[in-house]
């Protein structure tokens, strides 16, 4: 839709018996994925497909509030 091909390769998943080493690795994954939904967004405006726009700014602000709360959970 965007112009692009879709994937299924994933990020590698991190495992480590410490809690906050967890929580640090799944922190960097939201990052990720707010800087990857930021990009869509651009993209769809440039299309000029607006409600597609929309809709991905919604998913970004759960992101950047998942993110929010495992910075309060580690202190930050």
Known sequence: FLGGVPTVD???IY??????TMLEQDLE???????RY???I???EELQE???SQQLRTILAD???HAMDIESALGK
């Open 42 to 44: 651009g993209q769809a």
């Open 29 to 35: 994954g939201e990052y990720t994925a707010i800087k």
């Open 38 to 40: 930021k990009e869509r």
């Open 10 to 12: 994933v990020e590698k």
């Open 50 to 52: 607006y409600a597609l």
């Open 63 to 65: 992101e950047q509030e």
């Open 15 to 20: 495992v480590d018996a410490n809690n906050e």
